[in-house]
Protein backbone atom coordinates (compact mmCIF):
# COMPACT_ATOMS: atom_id res chain seq x y z
CA UNK A 1 0.00 0.00 0.00
CA UNK A 2 1.22 3.44 -0.07
CA UNK A 3 3.23 5.17 2.35
CA UNK A 4 4.82 8.11 3.45
CA UNK A 5 8.24 8.24 5.59
CA UNK A 6 9.42 11.71 6.88
CA UNK A 7 12.55 12.59 9.04
CA UNK A 8 11.26 12.44 13.32
CA UNK A 9 11.43 15.63 14.92
CA UNK A 10 11.46 18.17 16.58
CA UNK A 11 13.72 20.12 14.58
CA UNK A 12 14.86 23.20 16.33
CA UNK A 13 16.19 25.94 14.46
CA UNK A 14 17.00 29.74 14.87
CA UNK A 15 15.14 31.95 13.47
CA UNK A 16 16.92 32.76 9.29
CA UNK A 17 18.35 29.29 9.30
CA UNK A 18 17.71 27.20 6.25
CA UNK A 19 15.03 24.37 6.62
CA UNK A 20 14.90 21.32 5.38
CA UNK A 21 12.22 18.26 5.79
CA UNK A 22 13.05 15.19 4.21
CA UNK A 23 9.69 13.32 2.71
CA UNK A 24 10.13 10.10 0.84
CA UNK A 25 6.72 7.90 -0.68
CA UNK A 26 5.65 4.44 -2.10
CA UNK A 27 3.02 4.47 -4.06
CA UNK A 28 1.51 2.97 -7.16
CA UNK A 29 0.40 4.95 -10.20
CA UNK A 30 1.11 8.62 -9.99
CA UNK A 31 0.09 10.17 -6.90
CA UNK A 32 -0.35 14.16 -5.99
CA UNK A 33 1.95 15.19 -3.37
CA UNK A 34 1.34 17.20 -0.39
CA UNK A 35 2.71 19.43 2.22
CA UNK A 36 0.36 20.26 5.44
CA UNK A 37 1.02 22.33 8.12
CA UNK A 38 -0.70 22.30 12.05
CA UNK A 39 -0.06 25.50 13.89
CA UNK A 40 -1.22 24.60 17.93
CA UNK A 41 -4.14 24.35 18.57
CA UNK A 42 -5.58 24.15 14.96
CA UNK A 43 -6.78 22.17 12.05
CA UNK A 44 -4.55 21.07 8.56
CA UNK A 45 -3.58 23.36 6.46
CA UNK A 46 -2.41 22.66 3.16
CA UNK A 47 0.98 24.60 2.81
CA UNK A 48 1.70 23.23 -1.44
CA UNK A 49 1.25 20.73 -3.25
CA UNK A 50 2.23 19.18 -6.26
CA UNK A 51 0.38 16.92 -8.86
CA UNK A 52 2.83 15.61 -11.23
CA UNK A 53 6.79 14.40 -11.52
CA UNK A 54 9.53 17.93 -11.32
CA UNK A 55 6.24 20.20 -10.22
CA UNK A 56 7.80 22.22 -8.16
CA UNK A 57 4.94 23.48 -5.23
CA UNK A 58 5.47 26.58 -3.20
CA UNK A 59 3.77 28.70 -0.72
CA UNK A 60 4.71 31.30 2.32
CA UNK A 61 8.64 31.00 1.34
CA UNK A 62 8.18 27.08 1.30
CA UNK A 63 9.09 24.65 -1.58
CA UNK A 64 9.21 21.34 -2.32
CA UNK A 65 9.63 19.40 -5.93
CA UNK A 66 8.01 16.75 -6.74
CA UNK A 67 11.02 13.78 -7.23
CA UNK A 68 10.12 11.03 -8.83
CA UNK A 69 12.83 9.12 -9.89
CA UNK A 70 13.95 9.13 -6.06
CA UNK A 71 10.35 9.20 -4.57
CA UNK A 72 10.95 12.39 -2.67
CA UNK A 73 9.09 15.69 -2.33
CA UNK A 74 11.53 17.45 0.59
CA UNK A 75 10.37 20.45 2.09
CA UNK A 76 12.51 23.82 2.28
CA UNK A 77 12.38 27.17 3.35
CA UNK A 78 15.55 29.82 3.00
CA UNK A 79 14.80 31.76 6.48
CA UNK A 80 12.33 30.06 8.92
CA UNK A 81 10.76 32.76 11.05
CA UNK A 82 9.48 32.00 14.45
CA UNK A 83 5.79 32.55 13.16
CA UNK A 84 6.89 28.84 11.42
CA UNK A 85 6.95 26.98 13.82
CA UNK A 86 4.16 23.97 13.80
CA UNK A 87 3.50 20.72 12.85
CA UNK A 88 4.24 19.33 9.05
CA UNK A 89 3.11 16.32 7.03
CA UNK A 90 3.99 15.10 4.34
CA UNK A 91 0.99 13.33 2.24
CA UNK A 92 -0.13 11.80 -0.79
CA UNK A 93 -3.34 11.45 -2.13
CA UNK A 94 -3.41 8.25 -4.65
CA UNK A 95 -6.43 6.66 -5.96
CA UNK A 96 -9.92 6.80 -4.32
CA UNK A 97 -8.62 10.43 -3.26
CA UNK A 98 -7.34 8.67 0.22
CA UNK A 99 -4.67 11.25 1.48
CA UNK A 100 -1.92 9.18 3.46
CA UNK A 101 0.12 10.82 6.34
CA UNK A 102 3.73 11.08 7.02
CA UNK A 103 3.96 10.97 10.94
CA UNK A 104 4.66 14.67 10.88
CA UNK A 105 7.88 16.80 11.74
CA UNK A 106 7.19 19.64 14.52
CA UNK A 107 9.31 22.38 13.72
CA UNK A 108 10.12 24.89 16.33
CA UNK A 109 12.21 28.13 15.71
CA UNK A 110 13.63 30.21 18.47
CA UNK A 111 14.32 34.06 17.86
CA UNK B 1 -11.10 28.38 -0.19
CA UNK B 2 -13.39 26.01 0.59
CA UNK B 3 -14.30 25.54 4.12
CA UNK B 4 -15.26 22.65 6.41
CA UNK B 5 -16.11 23.26 9.72
CA UNK B 6 -16.69 21.05 12.41
CA UNK B 7 -18.71 20.52 15.84
CA UNK B 8 -18.07 20.90 18.29
CA UNK B 9 -14.67 21.51 18.52
CA UNK B 10 -14.16 19.88 21.53
CA UNK B 11 -16.36 17.89 23.93
CA UNK B 12 -15.56 15.69 27.36
CA UNK B 13 -18.13 13.14 28.45
CA UNK B 14 -18.81 10.25 30.35
CA UNK B 15 -17.35 6.41 29.84
CA UNK B 16 -20.17 4.62 28.45
CA UNK B 17 -22.32 7.67 26.88
CA UNK B 18 -22.17 8.20 22.71
CA UNK B 19 -21.03 11.45 21.33
CA UNK B 20 -22.13 13.16 17.90
CA UNK B 21 -19.23 15.05 16.00
CA UNK B 22 -20.82 16.79 12.56
CA UNK B 23 -18.47 17.71 9.50
CA UNK B 24 -20.27 20.22 7.22
CA UNK B 25 -18.97 21.69 3.61
CA UNK B 26 -19.91 25.36 3.92
CA UNK B 27 -19.28 26.35 0.17
CA UNK B 28 -19.13 23.20 -1.64
CA UNK B 29 -21.35 19.44 -1.60
CA UNK B 30 -19.02 17.06 -0.92
CA UNK B 31 -19.92 13.47 -2.03
CA UNK B 32 -17.30 12.22 -0.03
CA UNK B 33 -15.97 13.05 3.51
CA UNK B 34 -13.17 11.53 5.23
CA UNK B 35 -12.54 10.83 9.04
CA UNK B 36 -9.32 10.29 10.19
CA UNK B 37 -8.15 9.62 14.22
CA UNK B 38 -4.89 11.77 15.36
CA UNK B 39 -3.44 10.21 18.58
CA UNK B 40 -1.07 12.82 20.81
CA UNK B 41 2.17 13.41 18.56
CA UNK B 42 1.10 11.19 16.13
CA UNK B 43 -0.10 11.42 12.40
CA UNK B 44 -3.33 11.16 11.26
CA UNK B 45 -5.04 7.65 10.57
CA UNK B 46 -7.71 7.32 8.13
CA UNK B 47 -10.73 5.61 9.87
CA UNK B 48 -13.24 5.16 7.16
CA UNK B 49 -15.04 7.18 3.86
CA UNK B 50 -18.06 8.40 4.08
CA UNK B 51 -20.18 8.08 1.13
CA UNK B 52 -23.63 9.61 0.80
CA UNK B 53 -26.59 7.91 0.04
CA UNK B 54 -24.72 4.95 0.83
CA UNK B 55 -22.77 3.18 3.73
CA UNK B 56 -19.63 3.87 4.62
CA UNK B 57 -16.04 2.44 4.01
CA UNK B 58 -14.02 1.32 6.62
CA UNK B 59 -10.82 0.87 6.87
CA UNK B 60 -8.86 -2.18 8.40
CA UNK B 61 -9.22 -2.51 12.31
CA UNK B 62 -11.57 0.17 12.47
CA UNK B 63 -15.30 -0.71 14.33
CA UNK B 64 -17.91 0.42 11.97
CA UNK B 65 -20.94 -0.45 15.06
CA UNK B 66 -18.39 1.64 17.90
CA UNK B 67 -17.47 4.05 14.65
CA UNK B 68 -20.87 5.10 13.46
CA UNK B 69 -21.09 6.97 10.40
CA UNK B 70 -23.78 8.94 8.68
CA UNK B 71 -23.88 10.85 5.36
CA UNK B 72 -27.09 12.85 5.66
CA UNK B 73 -26.55 15.21 3.26
CA UNK B 74 -23.96 16.59 0.35
CA UNK B 75 -22.85 18.87 3.20
CA UNK B 76 -23.11 16.68 6.39
CA UNK B 77 -21.53 13.96 7.63
CA UNK B 78 -21.27 12.83 11.09
CA UNK B 79 -18.91 10.67 12.97
CA UNK B 80 -20.92 8.88 16.60
CA UNK B 81 -18.52 7.26 18.76
CA UNK B 82 -20.83 4.82 20.64
CA UNK B 83 -20.56 3.88 24.18
CA UNK B 84 -16.91 5.77 24.48
CA UNK B 85 -14.00 4.47 26.97
CA UNK B 86 -11.41 6.27 27.27
CA UNK B 87 -9.27 4.50 24.88
CA UNK B 88 -11.31 6.45 22.27
CA UNK B 89 -9.94 9.87 23.88
CA UNK B 90 -8.61 11.60 20.60
CA UNK B 91 -8.28 14.34 18.04
CA UNK B 92 -10.95 13.55 15.12
CA UNK B 93 -10.50 15.15 12.30
CA UNK B 94 -12.67 15.30 8.92
CA UNK B 95 -11.84 16.51 5.20
CA UNK B 96 -13.46 16.75 1.60
CA UNK B 97 -12.29 17.31 -1.71
CA UNK B 98 -14.15 19.68 -3.34
CA UNK B 99 -15.19 18.31 -6.87
CA UNK B 100 -14.70 20.96 -9.56
CA UNK B 101 -11.54 21.73 -8.86
CA UNK B 102 -8.50 20.91 -10.63
CA UNK B 103 -6.62 18.84 -8.58
CA UNK B 104 -9.95 16.03 -7.66
CA UNK B 105 -6.97 15.00 -4.78
CA UNK B 106 -7.17 18.10 -3.22
CA UNK B 107 -8.58 18.20 0.29
CA UNK B 108 -10.38 20.38 2.48
CA UNK B 109 -9.64 19.98 6.40
CA UNK B 110 -12.40 20.50 9.08
CA UNK B 111 -10.39 21.88 12.51
CA UNK B 112 -11.05 18.88 14.33
CA UNK B 113 -12.74 17.85 17.33
CA UNK B 114 -11.14 17.07 20.69
CA UNK B 115 -12.96 14.13 22.25
CA UNK B 116 -12.37 13.72 25.84
CA UNK B 117 -13.67 10.21 27.65
CA UNK B 118 -13.68 10.32 31.32
Known amino acids: GDSVTQMEGPVTLSEEAFLTINCTYT??????LFWYVQYPGEGLQLLLK?????DKGSNKGFEATYRKETTSFHLEKGSVQVSDSAVYFC??????????FGTGTKLQVIP | GAVVSQHPSWVICKSGTSVKIECRSLDFQATTMFWYRQFPKQSLMLMAT?????????EQGVEKDKFLINHASLTLSTLTVTSAHPEDSSFYICSAPRTGTGDRNEQFFGPGTRLTVL
Open chain 1, 50 to 54: ATKAD
Open chain 1, 27 to 32: ATGYPS
Open chain 2, 50 to 58: SNEGSKATY
Open chain 1, 91 to 100: ALAGGYQKVT
